[in-house]
């Protein structure tokens, strides 16, 4: 994992089978559009997150195109019904070639 780069994910830890649920989740990463330059006058090489994926048990949930217009330390937000217990796997991919995953575990209640 790059350093500084840390995804966050608020999840419910039961949910009523059936029910949907709100899931947050953040990732702190500078995101440069490879359009700015540094002092000397030299392109700052394209560094973002360009892909999201969320997916409950393998069966996938969410997945986002992101392009460079993207904010820095991108935010999503989205409602996701919980039919069982199972995991939610996060994933997100940088420009550079690294993967950040992070899994949430739900229990039906």
Known sequence: MASGVKPRVKVPKSAAAGETITIKTLISHKMESGQRKDGDGNTIPRSIINRFTC??????VVDVTMEPAISTNPYFEFDATVPEAGTFTFTWYDDDGDVYEETKDITIS
């Open 55 to 60: 997916d409950f048990n393998g069966e996938n």
